[in-house]
């Protein structure tokens, strides 16, 4: 019998989410304490990423409040990255 190395179906949605909280984490903490600008590309694109896998992470729990939140701070955070993009 082969054994799989992957992740248990469980286990991966952990880590989206725990992806997704590291990331907005980092952001706002490297921001904080001056590292990274709010309108830096990397800012905004931790942000980006936090925002998807909480997303996903927030779906899967069935958890509306938190997945609305995420969505419209993710919207924001495009239109923000979009704009400094252009500029």
């Given at each position: 019998m082969e054994r799989s190395l992957s992740l248990?179906?469980?286990?991966?949605?952990e880590a989206i989410g725990w992806a997704g909280a590291l990331c907005s984490l980092l952001a706002f903490g490297m921001n904080s304490l001056n590292v990274i600008g709010s309108q830096s590309k990397e800012y905004l694109l931790l942000n980006v990423?936090?925002?998807f896998f909480l997303i996903i992470?927030?779906?899967?729990?069935?958890a509306h409040a938190s997945w609305v939140l995420n969505s419209i701070w993710l919207l924001i955070t495009a239109?923000?990255?979009?704009?400094g993009?252009?500029?």
């Open positions: 248990p179906r469980k286990h991966l949605k990423f936090g925002c992470y927030a779906v899967n729990k069935k239109i923000a990255l979009v704009k993009f252009l500029s």
